[in-house]
Nanobody
Framework: QVQLVQSGGGLVQAGGSLRLSCAASGRPFSNYAMGWFRQAPRNEREFVGGISWGGGATTYVDSVKGRFTISRDNAKNAVYLQMNSLKPEDTAVYYC?????????????????????WGQGTQVTVSS
């Protein structure tokens, strides 16, 4: 059974940093793109960023470019989201996800329909 277990998150002041982790189990995901999404209250789920199956390419929504960094460790079947210079508008529940098909291009990671498995969600709250 495939599972994505998230950790990290919490409460931080504006300008601070947090790191989210997402550990996958059940089978290897080294050939699958992975992504991060977030959902704030009363908002739809929003793409944050994605990473290619090999980890060599990433893409981000404009609002987090230069502040957030996605990385992965295929040996550990894990993906990470390093969030720096956090703003109150980054407050949301964050979700990691694994692509539905292998070798999905990282340029397609913006689309939630391309994902088959999702983490349980992690609350990130940024105070002003």
């Amino acid at each position: 059974q495939v599972q994505l277990v998230q950790s990290g998150g919490g409460l931080v002041q504006a300008g601070g940093s947090l790191r989210l982790s997402c550990a996958a189990s059940g089978r290897p995901f080294s050939n699958y793109a992975m992504g991060w999404f977030r959902q704030a209250p009363r908002n739809e789920r929003e793409f944050v960023g994605g990473i290619s199956w090999g980890g060599g390419a990433t893409t981000y929504v404009d609002s987090v470019k230069g502040r957030f960094t996605i990385s992965r460790d295929n040996a550990k079947n894990a993906v990470y989201l390093q969030m720096n210079s956090l703003k109150p508008e980054d407050t949301a529940v964050y979700y990691c996800a694994v692509a539905r098909t292998s070798y999905t291009s990282y340029t397609d990671t913006y689309n939630p329909n391309h994902y088959a498995y999702w983490g349980q969600g992690t609350q990130v709250t940024v105070s002003s």
